[in-house]
């Protein structure tokens, strides 16, 4: 009797232990739930990076590129977007040449292929067509100060399927954000052209050109689906059926500041956005963050959201939280301040250098 025993002892000692082991085996790390937030780096130091928070904790997890591949991007983080299973990180590098997209498992984070020149140069903005294909804008190679627009921009038309750009759309030098309506693509433009480059995304060819103003930046689709533009100090209400400008907002009046950094309420009735200006005797940007609705008739620049600014904005449509990204310098870590939409602070978290922009899934 007492071999029986020994063996059966011996087996549950081994199921025991391999229960054990699997217990102690960590689980793949998962990221399809959270905020992203795009930290642009220095410039010089090609530095950028992503950070991933995930909205139950108050720390962030840094650099996770590094931390799932085991390198850098080598370059500054311009743009983010997801599709198809994909994240695609626009990685702008101070040295011509070395600029690239990163195509990564957005769910793993294990980078998938990586695009680069003559294809990929000055990237600056990406929108998802379809779970296969994606657009990136293009400045071209630029030239120097002050003429950084020495060629036409494009926009780069990538297939999921191969990791490859199969095409180039011309376009005006200074390509910039690019904005998705329907089966439109709206292209802004950060040079001397006045108009939105509309393209159509199942043709992949331009169809048209509006006429907005200096560099036209298309912001987002409202809640009755009309397409927001800054131009200037100014931002107008763009109706997407008819091209029709039908509303003009100018913001303030005080020619030393700047509006940017706009984001859209979750409900898509109202933005956020930054009325910062440049203070030479501290040497860093002052100013506060503001609110307006789309059916206002007038941006109120007297009562802020907030007294501060931020180097970029967004809004959780999970918490209804929004964001606010703090760049001390561009040596040093930033932070993501959190508020609640009656501006009452909730908490501050430490991410990498230059926080600029926010995704969150």
């Not at 910039?176 to 159509?200: F, H, P, Q, T």
């Not at 060819?205 to 689709?221: F, H, M, S, T, Y």
Request: glycine share 10%; aromatic share 12%; hydrophobic share 40%.
């Amino acid at each position: 009797m007492r071999r029986p025993f020994l063996n059966v002892l011996a087996s549950v000692l081994l199921v025991g232990l391999l229960n054990s082991c699997r217990e102690k085996a960590p689980n793949p790390e998962v990221y399809e739930l959270g905020v992203i937030v795009k930290n642009a780096g220095n410039y010089f130091d090609n530095n950028g990076s992503i950070s991933f928070l995930r909205r139950e904790k108050t720390v962030a997890e840094n650099d996770l590129f590094f931390k799932e591949n085991g390198r850098s991007f080598k370059g500054g983080v311009q743009d983010y977007a997801e599709m198809g299973g994909h994240s695609l990180v626009l990685v702008d590098n101070s040295t011509a040449g070395l600029d690239n997209v990163e195509i990564i498992n957005f769910g793993t984070w294990k980078s998938e292929a990586t695009l680069g020149a003559p294809d990929i140069e000055n990237p600056r903005s990406v929108v998802g067509i379809s779970p296969t294909k994606a657009y990136v804008s293009c400045w071209g190679a630029t030239g120097a100060y002050p003429n950084f627009f020495v060629n036409p921009g494009y926009v780069a038309i990538i297939d999921l399927n191969s990791f490859k750009v199969v095409k180039k759309i011309p376009l005006p030098s200074g390509a910039e954000r690019m904005v998705k309506v329907g089966n439109d693509v709206y292209v802004g433009n950060a040079d001397k052209s006045k108009d939105l480059v509309v393209i159509d995304a199942v043709t992949d060819a331009v169809k048209g050109n509006v006429p907005i103003g200096n560099q036209p930046e298309p912001l987002a689709l409202d809640a009755n689906g009309k397409l927001w533009v800054k131009t200037g100090f100014t931002v107008v209400r763009l109706n997407p059926q008819n091209f029709a400008i039908e509303a003009t907002l100018p913001i303030g009046n005080d020619p030393l500041r700047t509006p940017s950094n706009f984001a859209i309420a979750p409900d898509g009735k109202g933005f956020y956005f930054v009325y910062s200006y440049y203070d030479t005797a501290t040497n860093s940007n002052k100013g506060e963050t503001y609110y307006f609705g789309i059916d206002d008739t007038k941006i109120n620049t007297t009562k802020p959201f907030v007294n501060r600014t931020f180097s970029g904005l967004g809004v959780d449509p999970l918490q209804l939280l929004v964001y606010g990204a703090v760049t001390p310098s561009y040596k040093q870590a930033g932070y993501v301040v959190r508020y609640r939409t009656d501006g009452s602070l909730v908490d501050s978290i430490k991410v990498d250098i230059a926080p600029t922009g926010f995704m969150f899934k």
